[in-house]
């Protein structure tokens, strides 16, 4: 019987138990994988630029970063950086204001090991929205042409853009260069650190994104299994423009379009997305210095 | 510099390498044990009858059953099962409406070894409301004289009462013993499992709680990092009587209350309280049929 969180047990799968990078990659290329998964938890595959996680944490988190970067104003065209594993185009695929999805995926190979092994992920390419380009997303945020500025939202899902652990992605002229690709009052939704790790500050972070962005930041978070302290983060920015509540949904999922996706999501709903932006006290007087 | 979210990294303090309970045990009793933490991560030092976990976890998940079950009508008699650190002890100190604290504890040595080395949880015991019971819960249940139901409200903190690892306390008797030591409308919190926990089947265990209990039964969860899952899962209970809203505190925590505690709680408030309680949508399906 199916586990009543949607996806299946330890128990009822084979597993694959791989030693190192060349055999994971042998693994993923001959035969379908199988994560291997712990009683409670979900143990991330991580192979160069493709981290496979439980489908049902994806739908929460890609759902997440959906709904969060599609707020009140019609939003018609879509930026994703990285994301090649299709998810997030899945889930964009629900909305029916969207006119146009650009992806920007610096590894074909992680397409195509997700087109065969993961179908009902990849099953986001499908939306005849999609453009595809193949290459580095840093480099394709600064070659988009100012005067043909047409974001509405651009999602980040390709590295660390905030936090302790961020790279490049993290310096101010690459924040600067995504808010210059979205529109006036545009949006921008990445991950962001567990509010668990002991190196975040989220007042940093929120300071740092108030700076590039010049519009609304808001923090939030949800349950994620497979993430080292059981929860993921996401920063939501906006662009200088009339401000952007990102905690309430004013465009909540139509529960009959799918897009093209095969059903309604497994996690995501109006509630858990208000819910994910209630800060606990220790992290509520870091941002607004209030008592409890 | 302490991290924002209270506690210290890994990396500021010296730790214990333990092999097996012997090591840990004279550890723990030979100079304060510091716990192993990784990263992102706490690490449970699990000792007989003694579970350690961060700090800033317990104030979550202990304010969680204090705050659930307190609500409107005043609560005036306490009882706890297990607890024998003094974490809910302390929480429960926070709420002067309380005139009497049981605690029944089967294991004394947790007692003595949180006083000597957590004083900041043993200080629960300072309260002078509280009245040490040491023996089994189970017994100490059944033995509640029925012309004496007083509990306005009882806390489990001793075993899985409800779900798949469930042992002699999600037995139909024992629930019905802790709902016969309730007053009518009286109610009770105990964990539960992990909504991502495979093998748990939230449905079966409303059905049984509201078998047991025949008021009020809701289900709510909370981050906690040095989980499986990183959360854990709360059922709230009540018997008989007015029906019980557990998912909007009407009892806000006075801020400048802090009962024995040393200050504010960290991690609890009314937002994430009432966030606790929204379900993702394969468990609302499960609980209510519900399409999204």
Request: hydrophobic share 40%.
């Amino acid at each position: 019987m199916a586990a009543e969180n949607g996806f299946a047990s330890a128990h009822e799968s084979p597993t694959i138990h791989a030693q190192d990078l060349d055999q994971i990659t042998t693994h993923l290329l001959s035969s379908p994988p199988i994560l291997e998964m712990e009683n409670h938890n979900g143990v991330s595959l991580n192979i160069p630029g493709c981290q496979c996680f439980q489908q049902v944490n994806m739908d929460m988190v890609l759902l997440s970063y959906n709904d969060y970067v599609l707020p009140k104003q019609a939003v018609r065209n879509v930026l994703l950086i990285g994301g090649g594993d299709g998810g997030i185009l899945r889930e964009i695929s629900r909305h029916s204001s969207v006119d146009r999805i650009d992806i920007c995926e610096i590894d074909k190979m992680v397409i195509d090991a997700y087109k065969r092994f993961f179908p009902d992920i990849a099953i986001g390419y499908e939306d005849p929205r999609v453009n595809l380009h193949i290459g580095d997303g840093v480099e394709f945020l600064k070659n988009v042409p100012q005067a043909q500025v047409t974001y509405d939202a651009i999602i980040l899902d390709a590295f660390q853009c905030v936090g302790p652990d961020e790279k490049e992605a993290g310096d101010k002229c690459f924040l600067e260069s995504v808010a210059k690709a979205l529109r006036p009052g545009g949006v921008m939704c990445c991950p962001a650190e567990s509010l668990w790790h002991t190196e975040f500050s989220l007042s940093d972070c929120i300071a740092k994104c108030r700076e590039a962005f010049k519009g609304s930041v808001s923090y939030a978070w949800c349950t994620t299994p497979a993430y080292a302290s059981g929860m993921i983060g996401f920063m939501l920015c906006s662009t200088e423009g009339p401000p952007v509540d990102f905690i309430h949904p004013v465009n909540p999922l139509n529960p009959e379009n799918y897009g093209v996706a095969k059903g309604p999501p497994l996690f995501y709903n109006s509630e858990v997305h208000t819910a994910a932006f209630c800060m606990p006290s220790f992290a509520k007087k870091k941002m607004f210095g209030s008592k409890i």
